[in-house]
Protein backbone atom coordinates (compact mmCIF):
# COMPACT_ATOMS: atom_id res chain seq x y z
CA UNK A 1 0.00 0.00 0.00
CA UNK A 2 1.52 3.40 -0.96
CA UNK A 3 0.27 6.41 1.39
CA UNK A 4 1.25 9.72 1.23
CA UNK A 5 1.50 12.73 4.43
CA UNK A 6 2.99 15.15 6.35
CA UNK A 7 5.09 14.10 9.78
CA UNK A 8 3.03 15.10 12.58
CA UNK A 9 6.29 14.95 15.12
CA UNK A 10 9.78 14.14 14.88
CA UNK A 11 10.53 10.65 14.22
CA UNK A 12 12.30 8.52 17.49
CA UNK A 13 14.34 6.07 17.32
CA UNK A 14 14.08 3.17 20.06
CA UNK A 15 16.34 0.47 20.40
CA UNK A 16 14.57 -2.89 21.90
CA UNK A 17 15.96 -5.52 24.52
CA UNK A 18 17.49 -7.43 21.68
CA UNK A 19 19.49 -4.66 20.28
CA UNK A 20 17.60 -4.12 17.36
CA UNK A 21 16.49 -0.40 16.48
CA UNK A 22 12.62 1.00 15.00
CA UNK A 23 12.38 4.16 14.01
CA UNK A 24 8.21 5.38 15.03
CA UNK A 25 6.79 8.30 13.86
CA UNK A 26 3.22 9.50 12.90
CA UNK A 27 1.59 10.44 9.60
CA UNK A 28 -1.60 12.06 8.43
CA UNK A 29 -3.50 12.16 5.11
CA UNK A 30 -5.74 14.64 3.83
CA UNK A 31 -8.87 13.75 1.94
CA UNK A 32 -11.81 15.59 0.83
CA UNK A 33 -14.83 15.23 -0.89
CA UNK A 34 -18.21 16.75 -1.55
CA UNK A 35 -21.49 14.98 0.03
CA UNK A 36 -24.79 15.16 -1.75
CA UNK A 37 -25.65 18.43 -0.39
CA UNK A 38 -22.50 19.52 -2.62
CA UNK A 39 -20.86 20.40 0.94
CA UNK A 40 -17.01 19.86 0.79
CA UNK A 41 -15.94 17.62 3.36
CA UNK A 42 -12.33 17.24 4.50
CA UNK A 43 -11.20 14.16 6.09
CA UNK A 44 -7.81 13.66 7.97
CA UNK A 45 -6.70 9.91 8.80
CA UNK A 46 -3.62 9.51 11.36
CA UNK A 47 -1.09 6.77 11.39
CA UNK A 48 1.43 5.21 13.60
CA UNK A 49 4.23 3.98 11.39
CA UNK A 50 7.49 2.28 12.25
CA UNK A 51 10.41 1.08 9.85
CA UNK A 52 13.23 -1.28 10.79
CA UNK A 53 15.59 -0.85 7.93
CA UNK A 54 17.88 2.16 9.20
CA UNK A 55 17.95 4.31 12.31
CA UNK A 56 19.86 6.96 10.33
CA UNK A 57 16.39 7.86 8.26
CA UNK A 58 14.83 9.39 11.27
CA UNK A 59 17.46 12.67 11.11
CA UNK A 60 15.40 13.27 7.69
CA UNK A 61 12.19 12.85 9.48
CA UNK A 62 10.96 15.98 11.16
CA UNK A 63 7.69 17.53 12.10
CA UNK A 64 5.26 18.72 8.54
CA UNK A 65 7.80 16.68 6.47
CA UNK A 66 6.00 15.09 3.26
CA UNK A 67 6.56 11.38 2.83
CA UNK A 68 5.68 8.62 0.74
CA UNK A 69 5.54 5.04 2.58
CA UNK A 70 4.98 2.09 0.76
CA UNK A 71 4.26 -0.83 3.23
CA UNK A 72 1.34 -2.42 5.32
CA UNK A 73 -1.52 -1.18 7.40
CA UNK A 74 -2.35 -3.11 10.24
CA UNK A 75 -5.15 -2.08 12.96
CA UNK A 76 -4.83 -2.01 16.68
CA UNK A 77 -7.17 -2.05 19.33
CA UNK A 78 -6.79 -1.11 23.07
CA UNK A 79 -8.31 -0.90 26.85
CA UNK A 80 -6.50 2.48 28.17
CA UNK A 81 -5.93 3.39 31.55
CA UNK A 82 -9.23 5.27 31.61
CA UNK A 83 -10.76 1.89 30.64
CA UNK A 84 -12.25 3.38 27.21
CA UNK A 85 -11.41 1.20 24.40
CA UNK A 86 -9.30 2.82 21.77
CA UNK A 87 -8.83 2.12 18.04
CA UNK A 88 -6.04 3.23 15.87
CA UNK A 89 -3.92 1.95 12.36
CA UNK A 90 -0.42 0.90 11.87
CA UNK A 91 1.80 1.58 9.00
CA UNK A 92 5.01 -1.04 9.24
CA UNK A 93 6.94 1.03 6.61
CA UNK A 94 9.57 -1.15 4.07
CA UNK A 95 10.07 2.23 1.78
CA UNK A 96 10.26 5.90 2.27
CA UNK A 97 10.26 8.79 -0.03
CA UNK A 98 10.85 12.43 0.73
CA UNK A 99 8.69 15.10 -1.11
CA UNK A 100 9.37 17.95 0.83
CA UNK A 101 11.26 19.06 4.02
CA UNK A 102 10.10 20.12 6.81
CA UNK A 103 8.40 23.21 6.80
CA UNK A 104 10.60 26.22 7.39
CA UNK A 105 10.21 29.37 8.93
CA UNK A 106 12.11 32.59 7.51
CA UNK A 107 15.75 32.42 7.71
CA UNK A 108 15.88 29.06 8.15
CA UNK A 109 17.41 26.85 5.93
CA UNK A 110 16.60 23.73 4.11
CA UNK A 111 18.10 20.68 5.79
CA UNK A 112 20.52 18.68 3.45
CA UNK A 113 20.10 15.18 1.78
CA UNK A 114 22.43 12.72 3.50
CA UNK A 115 23.30 9.23 2.35
CA UNK A 116 26.39 7.65 4.31
CA UNK A 117 26.86 11.02 5.94
CA UNK A 118 27.87 12.42 2.79
CA UNK A 119 26.27 15.16 0.78
CA UNK A 120 24.50 14.32 -2.35
CA UNK A 121 24.37 16.78 -4.76
CA UNK A 122 22.04 17.15 -7.87
CA UNK A 123 23.87 16.54 -11.70
CA UNK A 124 24.68 19.59 -13.17
CA UNK A 125 23.96 19.93 -17.05
CA UNK A 126 27.04 19.51 -19.25
CA UNK A 127 27.41 22.05 -22.45
CA UNK A 128 26.40 19.39 -24.66
CA UNK A 129 23.19 18.75 -22.99
CA UNK A 130 22.39 22.06 -24.54
CA UNK A 131 22.68 21.14 -27.97
CA UNK A 132 20.16 18.06 -28.26
CA UNK A 133 17.60 17.88 -30.78
CA UNK A 134 15.40 16.49 -28.36
CA UNK A 135 12.07 19.14 -28.23
CA UNK A 136 12.32 18.84 -23.92
Known sequence: MNIIGRLTRDAEV???SNKKQVVNFSIATNDNYRNKQGERIE?????DCSYWISSKVAELLKKGTLVELIGRVYTRAWIGKDGEAHA?????TSQIKLHSSHKRTEGESTPVNKRNDK???QPKSN??????DLPF
Open 14 to 16: RTL
Open 43 to 47: QTTFF
Open 88 to 92: GLNFH
Open 119 to 121: EIS
Open 127 to 132: ESDKDD
